[in-house]
């Protein structure tokens, strides 16, 4: 599965690369990309676990940037 979510208050772009590479490592990511000037990430995971998995997409993200907030 494949979804694209609206990200507010990523300040930076190294920021937006140290999340991206965090959620690649995650079990059952296949693809993430996170995007500083459009300021949108997209996901692509295992279907069965997505949920699961978005949960800790938004843990890592609040480790590196606790601003930012995912738009679920």
């Known amino acids: ?3 694209k979510f609206k990200l ?7 920021c937006a ?3 991206e ?3 690649r490592k ?3 990511v296949s693809d993430a990309s996170v995007s500083f000037m ?3 990430m997209t996901i692509e995971a295992d279907d069965a676990r997505f949920d699961a998995i ?3 997409v938004v843990k890592v993200c ?3 940037e606790p601003d930012c907030v995912i738009n679920l």
Do not use: S
């Open 1 to 3: 599965m494949k979804k």
């Open 8 to 14: 507010t208050d990523l300040d930076c772009a190294n």
């Open 17 to 19: 690369a140290k999340m």
């Open 21 to 23: 590479n965090a959620i």
């Open 26 to 28: 995650i079990e059952g």
């Open 38 to 40: 459009t300021q949108k």
């Open 54 to 56: 978005m949960e800790e």
């Open 62 to 64: 609040r480790k590196v």
